[in-house]
């Protein structure tokens, strides 16, 4: 799996399976990044995020991490049905 980085908060994911997704991470973070981790709001730190063992993180010690398994489930997930992405800061 690997990742790029477009614009803002969005970042496009390429999966093994060959699907890819545009996911705007600003609302993700908006919700459940706190405290001392609100400094990856900025651009400059945004952009270096790592994706390493399914997961997509910043900083170096995994300060913020989203399960890309999870991203691509509900990508693929055509029902009405409301998912959380579940990660641990």
């Known amino acids: 799996m690997k990742a790029e ?21 600003l609302p993700l973070f908006s919700v459940y ?3 001392e981790f609100t400094k990856y709001f900025s651009p400059e730190r945004f952009r270096k995020f ?13 300060d913020v991490i989203f399960p890309v398994n999870l991203l691509l489930k509900s990508h693929l997930n055509n ?4 998912e959380e992405v579940i990660f641990v800061i």
Do not use: A, C, M, P
Not at 50 to 60: A, D, F, L, S
């Open 5 to 25: 980085y477009l614009k803002d908060f969005q970042i496009r994911l390429f999966f093994s399976n060959g699907e890819s997704k545009v996911i705007d991470f």
């Open 33 to 35: 990044v706190k405290g």
């Open 79 to 82: 029902s009405n049905e409301k």
């Open 50 to 62: 790592i994706v390493k063992n399914g997961n997509i993180y910043w900083g170096r010690n995994e």
